[in-house]
């Protein structure tokens, strides 16, 4: 436990307080004392490597339910290249009053597939902007720097 690893205790109190959210209940759950589990349950909270171990595993949740930037960039690509369809229900008259509903696959339509290039390239824009601000701000710290360094060569010479 001393180089950053979960007891097995510690690990079913992780766990069990990712379902519930209740640090009391996750060390009763975990096998604490139940005289004691009031106690133990906001203890564990407050070590640092059991604070860790939930917050990885929330953010590898949250990871699982979020779609990353490549996933985006693909769909939307997919879509301007119209390699997507859909399943829309049409609906046709037999005659005599008469209709019937079919299922049938539909391709994105022109409108569909501009605004999925115009998306593409507003993010683009947006992390190349992102990316200039970052270089600028980095530019920026070394200039300061050297303004610096320049400034204390005067006064001392």
Do not use: W
Not at 16 to 44: C, H, Q
Not at 106 to 134: C, P, T
């Amino acid at each position: 436990m001393r180089d950053g690893k979960l007891t097995v205790k510690q690990q079913r109190f992780v766990d069990e307080y990712l379902i519930s959210g209740n640090a009391s209940d996750a060390a009763r759950r975990a096998g604490y004392s139940k005289r004691t589990a009031n106690r133990v349950g906001p203890e564990n909270l407050s070590k640092p490597v059991i604070r860790a171990a939930i917050e990885k595993a929330l953010d590898e949740q949250r990871a699982k339910k979020q779609a990353s930037f490549d996933e985006i960039m693909e769909f939307f690509t997919s879509v301007m290249r119209d390699e997507v369809s859909e399943e829309v229900v049409v609906v046709e008259g037999d005659g005599d009053g008469c209709s019937s509903a079919r299922i049938m696959n539909k391709k994105a339509s022109a409108h569909d597939r501009i605004d999925a290039a115009k998306f593409i390239g507003n993010l683009y824009m947006a992390v190349h902007k992102q990316k200039l601000e970052s270089e600028a701000a980095g530019m920026e710290t070394n200039l300061n720097i050297t303004i610096r360094d320049k400034k204390d060569d005067d006064d001392g010479g």
